[in-house]
């Protein structure tokens, strides 16, 4: 199905609307009136585009103030944006793939597997060796509305991580600062944070989070010096909309309680977490089920896990009727 505007509330198929229950905009910040207006007036001053390395002579003061701001938001020691969170997960594998062999749990986003991992399950993370390991996992991986649980590495020391909480970051944790936090738990282990901006917060670009020493070496090597930098405007956007994310993760939370409430009893039957906007099942026959009741969902085949994904993603801008179309929408497949 090809659409010509934007994938919000509603998608249009014809002249038949459906709501639709996709995408990756948890926040509903892609389309909210005052994100654009804020975006707007950053274009005025920062231009559509900015094609210098950064490392150039000229360096805009933009990049060092959001990074700052990012770095005290996440918890990390240092933080350095990227064009796009895939080039973020690149530059984070390509630091360490010469000295380091790696693995990665299955469902990983290919953008922190690297090409030789070996892939293994979370109870086989104790039987790896301690030393030279580079483990990859996503904080939320495919099809799960839980978050990984990385305890288990704390028996491995002088292991390295790399999380990529693309899916996690903007409304996840405290204030919505992801999973870095909740990570210090996991002592002697050097941990890396990747993650694209383009899903929750709305910002087409990526982010690298880890140690001081980390992020200087990265913002050194030859893929970032030779790369242009994020969009300034969308960083200054990011800067200047601060209250309106607050209030967003808010109004996603009263949206997901107030599903809950509808769902009742019926919520056991799909793959669901009360705080996680996502909604999973395993019935192929779902999709086109919902789509009879003109609600469109996620429904195609992906590379991780390897199968077709049914994926419903509520989202801060859908309204109370909405949620209420499609918990009753999904009721009803119950009794189908």
């Known amino acids: 199905m090809q659409v010509h505007q934007f994938p919000g509330r509603i998608v249009s198929e014809g002249a038949c609307d459906f709501l639709y229950f996709g995408g990756t905009s948890y926040l509903g910040l892609s389309?909210?009136?005052?994100?654009?207006?804020?975006?707007?007036?950053?274009?005025?001053?920062?231009?559509?585009?900015?094609?210098?390395?950064?490392?150039?002579?000229?360096?805009?003061?933009?990049?060092?103030?959001?990074?700052?701001?990012?770095?005290?938001?996440?918890?990390?020691?240092?933080?350095?944006?990227?064009s796009s969170g895939t080039l973020a997960g690149w530059l984070?594998?390509?630091?360490?793939?010469?000295?380091?062999?790696?693995?990665?749990?299955?469902?990983?986003?290919?953008?922190?597997?690297?090409?030789?991992?070996?892939?293994?399950?979370?109870?086989?993370?104790?039987?790896?060796?301690?030393?030279?390991?580079?483990?990859?996992?996503d904080s939320y991986l495919s099809n799960r509305t839980v978050p990984t649980n990385f305890e288990s590495l704390s028996n491995m020391a002088n292991a390295k991580l790399i999380v990529d909480d693309s899916h996690g970051l903007g409304f996840t944790g405290k204030e919505g600062s992801g999973?870095?936090?909740?990570?210090?738990?996991?002592?002697?282990?050097q941990k890396t944070l990747v993650a694209s901006l383009g899903k929750a917060m709305g910002l087409p670009g990526g982010i690298i989070?880890?140690?001081?020493?980390?992020?200087?070496?990265?913002?050194?090597?030859?893929?970032?010096?030779?790369?242009?930098?994020?969009?300034?405007?969308?960083?200054?956007?990011?800067?200047?909309?601060?209250?309106?994310y607050f209030l967003q993760r808010q109004k996603l939370q009263e949206r997901l309680d107030y599903f809950v409430s509808e769902m009742g009893e019926a919520l056991s039957f799909y793959n669901f977490s009360g705080n996680y906007p996502v909604i999973y099942s395993d019935k192929e026959e779902l999709a086109n089920f919902l789509y009879q009741k003109k609600i469109m969902i996620v429904n195609f085949d992906y590379p991780s896990p390897g199968k077709k994904l049914n994926r419903i993603v509520l989202s801060a801008h859908h309204n109370a009727e909405d949620v209420r179309k499609l918990a009753a929408a999904l009721k009803e497949f119950l009794k189908f």
């Not at 770095?71 to 350095?80: K, N």
């Not at 880890?210 to 800067?239: C, D, R, V």
């Open 92 to 137: 984070a594998l390509k630091i360490y793939e010469k000295k380091y062999a790696f693995c990665h749990i299955r469902g990983t986003h290919p953008a922190v597997v690297q090409r030789n991992s070996r892939e293994i399950t979370e109870t086989e993370w104790c039987d790896l060796p301690s030393q030279k390991t580079i483990v990859t996992a």
């Open 179 to 189: 999973i870095y936090k909740s990570l210090a738990a996991i002592s002697n282990h």
């Open 209 to 244: 989070c880890g140690s001081k020493k980390l992020i200087e070496k990265l913002k050194n090597s030859e893929g970032f010096i030779s790369a242009s930098g994020m969009l300034p405007a969308y960083l200054q956007t990011f800067l200047d909309a601060q209250n309106l």
């Open 31 to 82: 389309q909210h009136p005052e994100f654009l207006s804020i975006l707007t007036q950053n274009l005025q001053r920062w231009g559509t585009s900015y094609g210098s390395s950064r490392n150039a002579n000229v360096q805009l003061a933009v990049y060092e103030a959001a990074e700052q701001t990012l770095t005290r938001w996440i918890g990390s020691e240092a933080a350095v944006t990227v």
